[in-house]
């Protein structure tokens, strides 16, 4: 069965660097998300992503923040300067369509020290 | 303003029985509610969707309701198992007309051999 997949598993980074958060979509979905979950919180959502721009987002998603679809298959978060704050669980989803079901990936922990 | 409540205290029951999880919201109408269930380090995995105008949803050993008067879901697993053990998140679409569901905190259960 098709899966959303995502890279690193883990990253760890000093504050006020630059990371890029990687994943893979399910093949022929065309909305991409994505979420972050810090430690024993909820699970909030950052920004959806169709066709090449983005349709929505959070007050959470700020100037930091970035998304792209640099080729066919990739999609990519990129916080510009990392905050101790940015520490959690980054989740990418995906749905085939404009639907209320979305699959997620496995996630990226990210540590900022 | 707009709340999802999930029982914060975990669930403990014994192997076999049945598991009841209660999602309570206030001050919205949701167009639908979904459950998940999120494994430790993990990304949610969509279980169930049920719309505002179902009354209950099936699937397997999953049961859910949707009492949109008493602002309420009941999540039920039958014959519960120790591989059912997970937290299990309440998500609504809080915005209306939008397909980006808001989370809440989950609640964890545990089945006991």
């Known amino acids: 069965e098709p899966e959303v997949t995502q890279t690193p598993s883990h990253q760890v980074t000093q504050m006020g660097q630059e990371v890029i958060l990687r994943c893979v979509p399910i093949?022929?979905?065309?909305?991409f998300y994505w979420y972050r979950q810090i430690l024993g919180q909820k699970v909030e959502f950052l920004v959806s992503f169709y066709n090449n721009e983005i349709s929505e987002k959070s007050e959470i998603f700020d100037d930091q923040f970035s998304v792209e679809r640099p080729d066919g298959s990739n999609f990519t978060l990129k916080i510009r300067s990392t905050k101790l704050e940015d520490s959690a669980m980054y989740f990418c989803?995906?749905?085939?369509?404009?639907?209320?079901?979305?699959?997620f990936g496995p996630g990226t922990r990210l540590t900022v020290l | 303003s707009q709340k999802i409540e999930q029982n914060s205290e975990a669930l403990n029951i014994q192997e076999g029985k049945t598991a009841t999880l209660t999602c309570n919201y206030t001050n919205y109408s949701p167009a639908y509610l979904q459950w998940y269930r999120q494994d430790p380090g993990r990304g949610p995995v969509f279980l169930l969707l049920i719309r505002e105008n179902e009354k209950e949803k099936r699937k397997e050993r999953l049961k859910v309701t949707f009492d949109t008067t008493l602002k309420q879901s009941l999540f039920h697993i039958t014959a519960s198992q120790p591989a059912d053990s997970a937290t299990y998140l309440c998500?609504?679409?809080?915005?209306?007309?939008?397909?980006?569901?808001?989370f809440g905190r989950g609640t964890s259960l545990i089945v006991h051999p």
């Open positions: 093949s022929n979905h065309l909305y």
């Open positions: 989803a995906s749905s085939p369509e404009n639907t209320d079901t979305q699959y």
């Open positions: 998500a609504l679409d809080m915005k209306g007309g939008s397909y980006i569901p808001t």
